[in-house]
């Protein structure tokens, strides 16, 4: 059965619980009520932000007092009194330390009358927006929100990206901001305005605390050309999970302009490509309607000859039964660049989810991939039994639902031991995973009563007999007695 390339529409935004908005308050008027050390760190944050801070207290604190005297004059200036209606006028955000709810909805009433969003700290009821923590390399700024469920959770967040975030980024991003109007300027095609962002970011990331100059954005401008050709990056996506990606393939699925995917790629993947790029769906799955590879290959082709930037994203790793030598070559055939960006196996990743070894020093010394079936969808005639059936091997057979049973019955003639501990599993990493263990001579019945409707692999060896024994069925087998049932 065959079925053509289909467009597929971008994933839709999830749910927020807030909308994030980085306000402009260069010069704008702000208001703070109050004179406590939150109305203070309230009032510092929209004078690092630029604004005029204009706070109201009949009896304000020493660190506010501090704070206004340590800044410009102007920065924020200090009423003593209580705010009134008039002092709203012009004000671009409002907030308020409040003493209770009567004066935080009093207070809220007058701004959103006045037309102006309010904040009253620690009361989200008359709240119009909020603040989350703050990573700071400005120009660039990351906030995080919680939505008010737990702040110190939103500041373990903050601490984490601190860490992953190099401060010489500030430097690049206040670079790319006296840039902009030069590119602007050369009046570049969409294309060639990506290219030239892409390497910038590329550079940064390679040398993040380098201070760029204009030779940097000379040599940027010397490599950017709005007429590039098109290439094909082949991208490994994993076993589902998406935060099993490599930082690589997050890269090239935010930089492409068209995806081309398999049915095993999950959603998750998805939503790290950029939501401009276009998606196809190319499914190709055993058994079932697929597209066919020629097919696959010419539109790959097509693409990248028009100039676009074309990600082949495949299950698991792109080198491991995925076809890759045959999209290399066509590729290269036809002219195009092509990269290859590898993934995590379903192999490693189900084994590294069960905390199973695939090889284990004085059990399994060798370690082998097979197919369950070849180009005609039935078992593989050229199959290695001695090697499947050698008790200090570790077999992962891919794609094996459809042909397990004969696969098993050969392994079993060829001399491999029926009470060898074995496992299947549906969909490794992802939440509905399933694990079935058994002897391998049992496992083709459990696996068809099963009736898994998901990719599955299956590991043969006495590795497994180590790990997964939740359901009792398989006990660690001493080498000793698996060499003398082997000698029978």
């Not at 590329?202 to 040398?207: G, M, P």
């Not at 050309?225 to 099993?244: I, K, N, R």
Request: proline share 6%; with cysteine.
């Amino acid at each position: 059965m065959s079925r053509s390339p289909s467009a597929v529409a971008s994933i839709r935004m999830g749910a927020l619980a807030r909308l994030p908005l980085f306000f402009a308050l260069e010069g704008k008027l702000a208001i703070v009520a109050g004179g406590s050390q939150a109305a203070a760190w309230k009032a510092e944050l929209l004078a690092a932000a630029g604004a005029r801070v204009h706070v109201f207290s009949p009896v304000p604190g020493e660190e506010l007092m501090a704070l206004a005297a340590a800044l410009p004059d102007t920065a924020i200036v200090v009423h003593r009194r209580r705010w009134s209606d008039p002092d709203f006028a012009g004000a671009a955000l409002a907030i308020a330390d409040c003493a209770d709810d009567e004066e935080a909805a009093e207070f809220a009433a007058v701004a959103r009358a006045a037309g102006v969003p309010v904040n009253v700290i620690d009361r989200p009821a008359y709240c119009d927006f909020s603040f989350g923590a703050i990573v700071n390399r400005s120009p660039l700024v990351i906030g995080i929100s919680t939505d008010g469920a737990s702040p110190v959770f939103g500041q373990a967040v903050r601490a984490k990206i601190e860490s992953l975030v190099p401060r010489g980024f500030a430097r690049w991003a206040d670079a790319a901001r006296r840039w902009r109007p030069r590119l602007q300027a050369l009046a570049l095609a969409f294309r060639g305005r990506r290219i030239f962002w892409e390497r910038f970011t590329e550079r940064a990331f390679a040398a993040p605390d380098r201070v760029p100059d204009d030779a940097e954005l000379e040599t940027l401008l010397d490599t950017t050309s709005p007429h590039a050709a098109g290439a094909v990056t082949l991208v490994g996506a994993g076993p589902g999970d998406a935060e099993l990606l490599t930082l690589r393939a997050v890269r090239a699925l935010q930089s492409a302009d068209v995806i081309l995917f398999d049915d095993l790629v999950s959603a998750d993947v998805l939503d790290f490509a950029r939501r401009e790029a276009k998606k196809m769906l190319v499914g190709k799955t055993g058994h079932a309607a697929s597209c066919r590879q020629d097919e696959i290959n010419a539109l790959m082709v097509s693409l990248a000859k028009a100039g676009r930037r074309v990600v082949r994203l495949k299950g698991g790793d792109p080198m491991i039964f995925g076809r890759a030598d045959e999209e290399i070559a066509a590729c290269r055939a036809a002219g195009i660049r092509v990269n290859v960006v590898p993934g995590i196996t379903t192999a490693q990743a189900a084994a590294s989810r069960l905390q199973m070894p695939l090889t284990r020093r004085g059990i399994a010394r060798r370690l082998q991939y097979i197919t369950g079936h070849g180009r005609d969808g039935e078992l593989p005639a050229d199959i290695d039994w001695a090697s499947i059936a050698d008790p200090t091997t570790t077999t992962v057979v891919y794609m094996p639902t459809r042909t397990l049973p004969d696969l098993v019955a050969k392994a079993l003639m060829a001399g491999l031991d029926p009470q060898t501990p074995a496992m299947a599993i549906e969909r490794a990493t992802r939440p509905d995973e399933r694990v079935i263990a058994a002897t391998i001579a049992a496992l083709p019945a459990r696996l068809a009563a099963a009736a898994p409707s998901g990719p599955v692999i299956v590991l043969i060896g006495r590795t497994c007999a180590h790990q997964y024994t939740a359901e009792r069925e398989i006990e660690a087998v001493p080498p000793v007695a698996l060499s003398a049932a082997r000698a029978r």
